[in-house]
């Protein structure tokens, strides 16, 4: 055979033994490595006490079990009987919290046994002990206690941290989704966590240009409806990845429309640095370009060593389904006739969604040309022209979308339909906003939630502006609108008003009656008019409301 055992073992060799002759560019699996240990600890639900009692037996010598029992059992036990309880967190970092039974003031009793004499459903053993599967809370032991030791309503609340739970009961409830969350019949995933583990970091996320609000839980959640693993969530501070539960998918990547999800192995920015340079060594006479996995390498080679021309670039990535528009438009701009996915692609993924994408706009905007293929017979046809050069220069890397904007302006430029419409809505991440003009306020709060800059305010003309190339249909300006006054148009539609920011709203300025300075716009202004009058309040002071803030002080002192 041409090669042997020890290549399979060490891939990461191929760039200098089987593919030292090929035009490639090699993106290696350069990732930050952590060790996590996780404990033999986890909490252990179940609503019948017999069953947890079992559990412990079995399994208390190799887990340290902290036990609460959620149905009624007695109190003054082994397990901790909660008749409330509460998850949050996610592995390996949960956190219970639990309001337990505690009717027995064990300071204050003495044992005297009058309770058990005066209990009429022997609810009650020699040990204090309150059976609540029989108990009916008549209150007679309260009422016979003479130490006042007995409240059949006494709770304490308990938190317990632990980095996994287990319930007994196989019943799907709200907490099934958490990451460490298992059943009864999952157990055997709760034991292969535990242990020390390697942890490589494959992907990162910048919050900075996500538009997913974690603290009102709104705006775009598609990496999290993306991940099958439970590996990006939503918290209060945003999106989170559990580096643990990441199966190295790369399907939050592909996803992702603004960047804010990065391959560690392949930013976006190395992508575009790496490839561009690669084009200039070749002075542009690269054709082709083929995607190929890591995993793939040997198979490739096998089968198509001798099909391989100069024209060729090859691009070797540790995970092709990460590749996305930005990657396909960009090596369109850049000159690239034809670009060839090696891999067979599942249709449920956001890279087959990607490339269905890239060749609507390719096709609606040069005659039916489709620019991307896909599966492991690469065939490229040599009369294809190029339909760009690689005269293309670089915006700053801000967003994904600000960076293909440009891309798409060329697209737009060179096209042979100057309205360039995809209806199909294929990805979901493109559209517009309008806006009712007659009931924006101009108050802002959508500006302040659009991070990737398709919203615009100019406070010299009191104007609210949209760039729809910029827009990635998040949705997010929609619900924190107090007047409703915003609705999302989807579809792209590649037309000169696309890129060029486009006014939703405009009002006149309002100066002070005093001073003259300009302190806010009539809308806003109107509104806090009409809202005071309906709630009745400072109705003989409205006036102070044609005066900026300094001069308003000085009229309140004047009066009062």
């Known amino acids: 055979m041409w090669?042997?055992?020890?290549?399979?073992?060490?891939?990461?060799?191929?760039?200098?033994?089987?593919?030292?002759?090929?035009?490639?560019?090699?993106?290696?699996?350069?990732?930050?490595?952590?060790?996590?240990?996780?404990?033999?600890?986890?909490?252990?639900?179940?609503?019948?006490?017999?069953?947890?009692?079992?559990?412990?037996?079995?399994?208390?010598?190799?887990?340290?079990?902290i036990p609460i029992v959620t149905g009624k059992t007695k109190s003054g036990g082994e397990f901790y009987s909660a008749v409330n309880h509460e998850l949050s967190g996610s592995f390996p970092e949960i956190q219970v919290k639990c309001e337990c039974r505690y009717p027995l003031n064990e300071d204050l009793c003495t044992l005297c046994g009058e309770c058990v004499i005066a209990c009429p459903l022997d609810a009650i053993d020699e040990e204090i002990s309150i059976d609540f599967t029989k108990c009916d809370y008549c209150g007679k032991c309260v009422d016979t206690c003479p130490e006042n030791a007995i409240d059949l309503y006494r709770y304490e609340n308990h938190i317990f941290d632990a980095p996994q739970v287990l319930?007994?009961?196989?019943?799907?409830?709200?907490?099934?989704?958490?990451?460490?969350?298992?059943?009864?019949?999952?157990?055997?995933?709760?034991?292969?966590?535990?242990?020390?583990?390697?942890?490589?970091?494959?992907?990162?996320?910048?919050?900075?240009?996500?538009?997913?609000?974690?603290?009102?839980?709104?705006?775009?959640?598609?990496?999290?409806?993306?991940?099958?693993?439970?590996?990006?969530?939503?918290?209060?501070?945003?999106?989170?990845?559990d580096h643990f539960a990441c199966e190295d998918c790369g399907q939050c990547i592909s996803v992702c429309p603004t960047g804010a999800m990065q391959s560690e192995d392949v930013s976006d920015e190395a992508f575009g640095d790496l490839i561009y340079e690669k084009l200039q060594e070749q002075g542009g006479d690269y054709r082709h370009v083929i995607f190929v996995q890591e995993s793939d390498t040997v198979f490739f080679y096998k089968n198509y060593y001798d099909k391989i021309t100069e024209d060729v670039l090859?691009?070797?990535?540790?995970?092709?389904?990460?590749?996305?528009?930005?990657?396909?438009?960009?090596?369109?701009?850049?000159?690239?006739?034809?670009?060839?996915?090696?891999?067979?692609?599942?249709?449920?993924?956001?890279?087959?969604?990607?490339?269905?994408?890239?060749?609507?706009?390719?096709?609606?905007?040069?005659?039916?040309?489709?620019?991307?293929?896909?599966?492991?017979?690469?065939?490229?046809s040599e009369e294809k022209d190029k339909l760009?050069?690689?005269?293309?220069?670089?915006?700053?890397?801000?967003?994904?979308?600000?960076?293909?904007?440009?891309?798409?302006?060329?697209?737009?430029?060179?096209?042979?339909?100057?309205?360039?419409?995809?209806?199909?809505?294929?990805?979901?991440?493109?559209?517009?906003?309008?806006?009712?003009?007659?009931?924006?306020?101009?108050?802002?709060?959508?500006?302040?939630?659009?991070?990737i800059g398709s919203l615009m305010a100019d406070s010299s003309n009191y104007t609210l502006s949209h760039i729809a190339a910029n827009c990635i249909q998040c949705g997010i300006c929609l619900n924190v609108c107090p007047e409703n006054a915003l609705e999302l148009v989807a579809g792209l539609l590649l037309d000169e008003e696309f890129f060029q920011p486009r006014i939703l709203a405009k009002d006149e300025p309002v100066a002070c009656a005093e001073c003259g300075k300009v302190f806010g716009n009539r809308k806003s202004l109107e509104q806090v008019r009409n809202k005071l009058k309906s709630a009745g309040r400072f109705e003989d002071e409205m006036e102070l409301l044609d005066y900026c803030d300094k001069c308003r002080v000085k009229k309140q002192l004047e009066v009062g």
């Not at 090699?26 to 609503?47: D, G, N, S």
């Not at 997913?212 to 999290?224: E, P």
């Not at 809505?425 to 302040?448: H, M, Q």
């Open 314 to 380: 090859l691009v070797i990535l540790p995970n092709v389904y990460i590749l996305n528009i930005f990657h396909f438009l960009l090596l369109l701009r850049l000159g690239i006739a034809n670009i060839h996915v090696f891999q067979e692609i599942f249709k449920e993924s956001g890279l087959y969604k990607h490339i269905q994408f890239t060749n609507a706009l390719s096709s609606y905007a040069f005659s039916g040309r489709k620019i991307v293929s896909k599966g492991q017979a690469p065939e490229f």
């Open 388 to 451: 760009f050069t690689s005269d293309f220069t670089f915006p700053g890397y801000k967003n994904k979308r600000k960076f293909l904007a440009p891309i798409l302006r060329d697209i737009y430029e060179k096209s042979e339909n100057k309205r360039v419409l995809l209806q199909e809505n294929i990805l979901n991440t493109f559209g517009s906003v309008v806006c009712d003009e007659k009931k924006c306020s101009l108050c802002l709060a959508c500006l302040n939630h659009c991070k």
């Open 167 to 241: 319930f007994l009961d196989n019943i799907e409830n709200e907490y099934s989704e958490i990451n460490g969350v298992y059943h009864l019949d999952e157990k055997e995933e709760l034991f292969a966590n535990i242990g020390t583990f390697q942890i490589e970091q494959s992907v990162s996320h910048n919050k900075e240009i996500c538009q997913y609000n974690g603290r009102l839980d709104l705006g775009c959640q598609r990496c999290m409806e993306a991940c099958e693993y439970k590996a990006v969530r939503k918290s209060s501070n945003g999106i989170e990845v």
């Open 3 to 65: 090669y042997n055992l020890q290549f399979f073992r060490d891939v990461r060799m191929f760039p200098k033994t089987l593919f030292k002759n090929f035009n490639y560019i090699h993106f290696p699996a350069e990732r930050k490595a952590t060790m996590l240990e996780i404990p033999p600890k986890a909490v252990v639900m179940a609503e019948n006490e017999e069953m947890l009692e079992k559990f412990t037996t079995v399994y208390s010598g190799v887990l340290d079990i």
